[in-house]
């Protein structure tokens, strides 16, 4: 592969996996191509089933890949980043960027490239061989151990009960329509809470509360949620952020009792971070911590991925290691 060589004489070697089910990459395929013919010495991989990652994270380190853009959604964000984490290929790991490229792109709405697929590879392409490192961006990633023998999962975002439910719901009734990315996600808001306004939790509406265990470093509780929602972002969609706890920890978790109170005047103050006075008693709680013990019977979604809980309910969730994304 042919590389570039920056002005203070450092190889800069760029390296593309992208994931070919990817609704943006397949409608910017003919650009990224177009791009790429004229930049020969980037090298790139597409995907087509998950297994064939490990592959193309060897070849991508066995050209000493010293930059890798990630052109994919959430999903392929957290496959990555579980495979550099567990057990990388390379020797040093490569700065990391993210394209937008999926169904739901969290992860690279807070720390990837802006725009589409081609025109943020273009961007990230000019300026790395120019001996730029762009803007920065570091995020503890956190560490998911369901305890039964399965690798420790990778993620930046994990919730359930009403946030499992409600990604079911988007995913049957907006997707399926047509409608993706940012805009599905914020009309699947408020299509869940619609729906729980006009039903309440039970059969009708599809969302139904759970008795968990939390325990937060070390303090342990049980309660009916309707929703939990933890993540080391700030954000998960432009203009939602509903997290406001306050502390050190990393770890920020949002959960919201079972059956949710007041919940039309309660949504926008939980979305936006920005509680009001009576929400905690409500039930309406955000916290931090470095550490979260589950004790759940039903699925969680990570980076938008669904995981069954092991036999015994619990799951250990930590804050760390951190990583760097670089943004251009």
């Not at 009403?162 to 805009?183: C, M, N, P, W």
């Not at 699925?299 to 995981?307: A, L, Q, S, T």
Request: proline fraction near 6%; glycine fraction near 12%; aromatic fraction near 6%.
């Amino acid at each position: 592969m042919v590389q570039a060589t920056t002005a203070q004489g450092s190889k800069v070697r760029i390296g593309v996996i992208s994931n070919a089910h990817s609704k943006r990459n397949k409608i910017s395929m003919r650009e990224i191509h177009a791009l790429l013919s004229e930049h020969p010495q980037v090298l790139h991989r597409s995907f087509h089933h998950i297994q064939e990652l490990p592959d193309c994270l060897a070849e991508m380190a066995g050209a000493e890949v010293t930059h890798l853009a990630i052109s994919g959604g959430d999903g392929t964000v957290l496959a990555v980043v579980s495979a550099l984490l567990n057990d990388s290929p390379f020797k040093k790991q490569p700065c990391l960027s993210l394209l937008s490229a999926g169904m739901t792109n969290v992860i690279a709405h807070e720390v990837g490239q802006p725009g589409l697929p081609a025109t943020g590879l273009k961007r990230l392409v000019l300026r790395a061989e120019a001996g730029e490192t762009g803007e920065v961006l570091e995020r503890p990633v956190l560490s998911v151990d369901f305890g039964d023998g399965r690798i420790i999962e990778r993620g930046f975002l994990i919730g359930g009960i009403g946030f499992y439910q409600g990604t079911e719901l988007v995913r049957r009734d907006i997707h399926s329509k047509g409608a993706k990315q940012t805009f599905a996600a914020k009309l699947g808001i408020a299509w869940s809470v619609a729906k729980i306004l006009m039903f309440g939790p039970g059969s009708r509406s599809g969302f139904h509360g759970e008795n968990i265990g939390l325990t937060l470093d070390g303090k342990a509780e049980r309660r009916d949620c309707i929703m939990f929602l933890g993540s080391t972002l700030n954000s998960v969609l432009p203009g939602v952020a509903p997290f406001w706890g306050e502390g050190p920890g990393r770890l920020q978790l949002t959960t919201i009792d079972a059956p949710p109170k007041r919940l039309a005047m309660a949504t926008l103050a939980v979305l936006r971070g920005k509680p009001k006075p009576w929400m905690a008693e409500a039930g309406y709680l955000s916290r931090r911590m470095e550490r979260l013990e589950l004790e759940i019977r039903t699925p969680v979604m990570i980076d938008g991925e669904k995981f069954d809980p092991p036999a015994s309910g619990r799951i250990v969730v930590t804050a760390g290691p951190v990583m760097q994304f670089h943004r251009f």
